[in-house]
């Protein structure tokens, strides 16, 4: 591989990318600044002014916060890569740790600075984001000691959990020769799975209390609905989400026993007990409908090509040299690459990021049609009405935008793919 043309190759990707995201994310405030000043006709009856005009502030406040972060990113990214700072980080670390300690603790070492580095550079925004901006809109409930607590519990969880998991691809990467991202993808796809079974039971209930039902006439409909839809019955959860936010909420997760579906306690006090059943059928569609199957399946074809893909350029000094690095030359170089592939990579993923946005948005609309049957349509749009307000999410975003970033397809299209004519959207007095 030549170091010269991935060199250039990275570069045009990383500037495409950016400016790419800069002329989105300004078409998307324009379009939304240009609808600000009136509610869309179709929604006249439902959403006051006042919440269409913080949906609008509260969009545009985050787009403009997005925009820096992300060009301080990719000015990182540049740092790391051509502009040596991976090369430099790697001579300092391996000094530091390889003569006295060896190959893996140096590797395990690298990977845990550069991680190190990359948060400390990211906590301002992710303050600004927490205490700044969504202080500002009235969402964030978080206290200083909440977010500390947060990030010394996610830390510590990091390192227990994935430390070894990341020892153990090294050692996989160095132990089993030129098919190593073969082993390497068994182990983290068994790692995935049980990931998604312990995950809802182990690690959220970690920072969240997740409760059954306590209002005992709403948990027999949720039962029987559940039953209806042949989902057991045991999988309905109250998460104490307005610890942090006051952005609500509904998801499914989970695989096997870990299978759930949760609502935020924030969601779940705002809606009557029909539009919870409607949500609650949405989330079941998602099962219905296989979506996390799939995904996981996307996922894992997706990572089998990438880990492949990494098993040829490790072997390559081009790869190295082109992003900036140094190949070491009496110490392992896979964390090195590992570092490389994760950072050369998202440049150029950015352009097909599109089609899996494409595939979400259509997985949501399989799931509302699932709870039109078992629901009700006009229930599921009044509820979506309700989390839209609540999240100031805009009504009026850029179609383009939409099909770049949006996972949710919007407002608008969902209800029209209900089969409800705008016009015959609940009555204003459904929307306290
Ligand atoms: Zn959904």
């Given at each position: 591989m030549n170091p010269v043309a991935l060199s250039l190759a990275f570069s045009a990707a990383v500037l495409a990318s950016l400016l790419a995201k800069f002329w989105l994310s300004n078409r998307q405030m324009r379009h939304v600044a240009a609808h600000r000043d009136a509610v869309p006709a179709a929604f006249a009856a439902t959403v006051s002014l006042q919440a269409h005009r913080k949906a609008a502030d509260y969009t545009l406040a985050k787009l403009r916060a997005g925009s820096v972060s992300e060009a301080f990113s990719g000015a990182v990214l540049i740092a790391w890569t051509l502009l040596g700072g991976l090369a430099w980080l790697n001579a300092l670390v391996r000094a530091a740790v390889q003569p006295r300690w060896g190959d893996m603790a140096y590797q395990l070492a690298l990977v845990g600075a550069f991680t190190l580095v990359g948060a400390v550079l990211d906590l301002p925004f992710d303050l600004y984001r927490t205490f700044g901006l969504e202080q500002r809109f009235g969402f964030n409930k978080m206290t200083p000691r909440l977010y500390l607590a947060d990030l010394v519990k996610s830390t510590l969880l990091g390192i227990v959990v994935l430390g070894p998991l990341l020892a153990l691809v090294l050692w996989i990467m160095q132990a089993s020769g030129t098919l190593w991202w073969l082993w390497a993808w068994v182990a983290l796809t068994m790692f995935q799975l049980l990931a998604m079974v312990d995950?809802?039971?182990?690690?959220a209930p970690l920072f969240n209390k997740f409760e059954p039902l306590a209002d005992a006439v709403l948990e027999s409909r949720v039962q029987a609905l559940m039953q209806r839809c042949g989902f057991?019955?045991?999988?309905f959860f109250v998460m104490d989400g307005s610890r942090r936010s006051a952005h609500a909420n509904a998801y499914f997760t989970g695989f096997g026993a870990g299978k759930r579906v949760v609502f935020f306690d924030t969601l779940l006090k705002r809606l009557s007990g029909d539009e919870v059943e409607a949500v609650l059928a949405h989330e079941l569609g998602h099962f219905a409908h296989k979506h996390i199957a799939k995904r996981v399946a996307l996922m894992l074809a997706f990572s089998l090509a990438g880990l492949a893909l990494l098993g040829w350029l490790s072997t390559q000094p081009g790869f190295f040299l082109g992003l900036g690095a140094v190949p070491n030359a009496t110490a392992p170089n896979d964390a090195l690459a590992l570092l490389l592939f994760m950072m050369g990579l998202p440049p150029f993923m950015f352009f097909i990021s599109p089609l899996f946005s494409r595939l979400s948005r259509k997985a949501e609309f399989e799931a509302d049609a699932y709870a039109r049957e078992q629901a009700s349509a006009t229930d599921l749009v009044r509820a979506l009405l309700k989390l839209y307000e609540d999240n100031a999410s805009?009504?009026?975003?850029?179609p383009l935008y939409v099909a770049f970033y949006y996972s949710h397809p919007p407002a608008a299209a969902r209800i029209a793919a209900l089969g409800l004519g705008l016009a015959e959207l609940p009555a204003a007095g459904a929307l306290a």
């Open positions: 995950y809802p039971t182990r690690i057991r019955a045991k999988g805009t009504l009026t975003p850029d």
